[in-house]
């Protein structure tokens, strides 16, 4: 166990249909993202929290809705999604926000297998 | 454009050799790069991290350098084992609040 519980696991919706996503972490850490992982493409970074606060959104569509209620929790809202947003959405934490002058690593949950039909 | 790119998308070796990953970057001056390990189905897990300023790092049968004027960092898995088949993601600190990931490499560990 990493310490980042997602839940769920697994998510069927359909276009229409909204869903959150959920993301705990037992860590302490202040800083928490989400990563979209598509079949073999990168990890994409779609969100980054710092102390509840967010700090970048990496363009992404607005039937996306972060929400980040304190440090340990962190919830993705899905609104009227689309098949090409089938993917593994992976949420990890950090002690503190990503620098060039730190050491920090990510801990990441298990993600959500999501599958829009 | 920046890139960040990882050798073959699967690599195939016998256990007891040792595997050697590549992963090479353009348009980054990263300055710090991280290495996970990623099984099906789960998230990445943390390895090792090396610095800009540190030529190689260890940890038990885990070996990492960085070469900065290459614009390259290889991870090497010494005495390989069938446990160690997983995905192996490199993972740069480009000056971005968060880490920018390569696509992976697929290493099976034949017995």
């Known amino acids: 166990e990493t310490g980042v519980t997602q839940t769920p696991r697994h998510l069927v919706m359909g276009m229409t249909n909204k869903k959150s996503l959920k993301c705990e972490q037992h860590l302490g850490h202040n800083a928490m993202y989400w990563y979209k992982q598509s079949a073999k493409k990168p990890l994409e970074l779609m969100f980054v929290?710092?102390?509840?606060?967010?700090?970048e959104n990496n363009s992404v569509p607005s039937r996306f809705s972060p929400e980040c209620p304190n440090s340990s929790h962190l919830f993705l809202h899905l609104h009227t999604l689309q098949p090409e947003d089938s993917a593994l959405y992976l949420c990890?934490?950090?002690?503190?926000?990503?620098?060039?002058?730190?050491?920090?690593?990510?801990?990441f949950g298990s993600g959500t297998q999501l599958s829009v039909l | 454009s920046q890139k960040i790119e990882q050798n073959s998308e699967a690599l195939n070796i016998q256990e007891g050799k040792t595997a050697t990953l590549t992963c090479n970057y353009t348009n980054y001056s990263p300055a710090y790069l991280q290495w996970y390990r990623q099984d099906p189905g789960r998230g990445p897990v943390f390895l090792l991290l090396?610095?800009?300023?540190?030529k190689e790092k260890r940890k038990e049968r885990l070996k990492v350098t960085f070469d900065t004027t290459l614009k390259q960092s290889l991870f090497h898995i010494t005495a390989s084992q069938p446990a160690d088949s997983a995905t192996y993601l490199c993972a740069l600190a480009t000056g971005r609040r968060a880490l920018t990931f390569g696509s992976g490499t697929r290493l099976q560990v034949q017995p």
């Open positions: 990890a934490s950090s002690q503190d926000r990503i620098s060039t002058g730190g050491n920090e690593k990510l801990f």
């Open positions: 929290y710092n102390f509840k606060e967010q700090t």
């Open positions: 090396i610095r800009e300023n540190e």
